[in-house]
């Protein structure tokens, strides 16, 4: 044989090696995981995958291996959870052992473990504890937050009437909106839809979202190990959220040179003054890196949710009009033209109730959830999941499913309304996840 050949097949018989190594070496250190399709070396099973429609992929794997089963992204090992009722065993029955963030490679190397959406253990919940009572409280001031929405709600509105009536494209105003509430809530002031420095925020966070969803970010997800070679959209991610963190940065500067911590105004106030307090604790997680970091957090959790849902919302309105005019009716009914919606009316108005629910369990927005990992070694269901296991507990078959919502794929806010037209409670209904750890829940726990 000439020495090309013969190289050729030594390198080979090398690769074959070390792609039945790698395929011996992944399938028995699976031992009592669930079963999963069998993955590729470096890759795992990308190309089983549809990128484009990740839900309808991980479905399609469920009919086949069960309700719980075993994927690698990458070198990455993942177990996905399908359906509610395995969701309720795994996040609320033993939530104390699933509550852990699962890893997503970009936000683990943008977040750093800090703020509160992406952070763990203690961090995580001196953070998040916070959060919870200065949003509750609303300890920011005279104005709750409810009133920070009104206000908004009727700036938006007047946005609206300048149109007159004319075709138009909302998206941008209904997306200013809520982030003009989170601005409130942080910094106290609002900003006019046309102030500069509003633009620049807007222009970063939107960015932001598009590109989370382009294929190299996806890539970068999948591939960690190579992610320091990978050209791509996930730079810019980078330097967008550097910006955004400077601009927060130079709010907080401002607050620190006028804080009263008997008379906090806002998020920041409180965040500041509990740093005072602590400054002398080993133990705490307040600074500045995690105030940036929850403030970012904050503008993630609230303003793309609630700006797509409102889109997707409206849309679903106007092709409904029988939807809409039952809505008008409840509205004039319980409201009337002579004074501003509050979250009281809520009570007196379960088809509009029903309707926001329906919109939120019709969207789907978040199908594959944020992943979620064990803190410890666990016997679940007939398996054995490491401690560390990264877990994706997916929404769309819990938000979609038929027992429970008849004919899912149709929007019919009957889903959430009794025979007597009073609203109806679902377990089902978690748009957001459930458990300890949803990842967007922090301003409507404030209003419910």
């Known amino acids: 044989m000439?020495?090309?050949?013969?190289?050729?097949?030594?390198?080979?018989?090398?690769v074959l090696l070390l792609i039945f190594l790698s395929l011996w070496s992944q399938g028995f250190k699976r031992g009592k995981l669930p079963p999963g399709p069998t993955p590729l070396p470096f890759i795992g099973n990308i190309l089983q995958l549809d990128m484009k429609n990740m839900s309808a992929s991980l479905s399609q794997l469920a009919k086949k291996y069960g309700d719980i089963y075993t994927l690698y992204f990458g070198t990455q090992r993942i177990v996905v959870i399908h359906g509610y009722n395995i969701m309720k065993e795994a996040l609320i029955d033993q939530g104390e052992i699933f509550m852990d963030r699962g890893d997503i490679p970009i936000?683990?190397?943008?977040?750093?473990?800090?703020?509160?959406?992406?952070s763990r253990g203690e961090r995580w919940k001196q953070i998040?504890?916070?959060?919870?009572?200065?949003?509750?409280?609303?300890?920011?001031g005279k104005r709750s937050i409810e009133e920070r929405v009104q206000e908004e709600a009727q700036c938006l509105v007047e946005e609206l009437r300048k149109t007159k009536g004319q075709p138009t494209d909302p998206t941008f105003i209904l997306s200013c909106a809520p982030c003009n509430v989170i601005c409130s809530i942080l910094f106290r002031?609002?900003?006019?839809?046309?102030?500069?420095k509003f633009l620049y925020l807007m222009n970063l966070l939107n960015e932001n979202f598009r590109l989370f969803n382009r294929p190299w970010t996806q890539l970068y997800n999948f591939l960690p190990a190579f992610r320091a070679y990978l050209p791509g959209d996930h730079k810019r991610i980078f330097k967008n959220l550097d910006e955004i963190?400077?601009?927060?940065l130079e709010r907080v500067k401002e607050h620190q040179k006028v804080l009263d911590p008997s008379n906090p105004q806002d998020y920041i106030d409180c965040y500041l003054s509990k740093m005072q307090q602590e400054k002398d604790n080993p133990q705490s997680e307040f600074d500045l890196e995690n105030l940036k970091m929850t403030a970012a957090d904050l503008f993630a959790a609230g303003t793309e949710t609630t700006?797509?849902?409102?889109?997707y919302g409206l849309l679903l309105i106007l092709k409904h009009p029988e939807v809409q005019a039952k809505i008008h009716e409840e509205i004039q009914r319980v409201i009337g033209h002579?004074?501003?919606?509050?979250?009281?009316?809520?009570?007196?108005?379960?088809?509009?109730?029903?309707?926001?629910?329906e919109v939120q369990r019709f969207i789907d927005l978040i199908p594959l959830n944020l992943p979620h990992a064990v803190n410890r070694d666990i016997h679940f269901q007939q398996y054995i999941l490491p401690k560390g296991t990264t877990i994706y507990p997916l929404l769309s078959p819990v938000l979609w499913d038929s027992k429970e919502f008849p004919n899912p794929d149709q929007f019919d806010p009957q889903h959430f309304l009794d025979k007597n037209g009073k609203f109806k409670k679902s377990d089902h209904f978690m748009p957001f996840s459930t458990g300890k750890k949803k990842p967007f829940s922090f301003l409507p726990l404030t209003l419910k």
Request: glycine letters at 8%; charged letters at 30%.
């Open 338 to 357: 002579n004074r501003v919606p509050s979250i009281k009316d809520r009570q007196d108005m379960p088809y509009v109730d029903a309707v926001v629910h």
């Open 307 to 311: 700006s797509s849902t409102l889109r």
């Open 2 to 14: 000439d020495p090309w050949g013969l190289t050729t097949t030594a390198l080979l018989t090398c």
């Open 128 to 140: 998040r504890r916070f959060s919870l009572m200065t949003l509750r409280n609303f300890g920011m």
């Open 189 to 196: 002031d609002r900003f006019k839809y046309k102030d500069e």
């Open 245 to 248: 963190k400077g601009f927060i």
């Open 107 to 118: 936000f683990e190397d943008f977040a750093g473990g800090r703020g509160v959406i992406f």
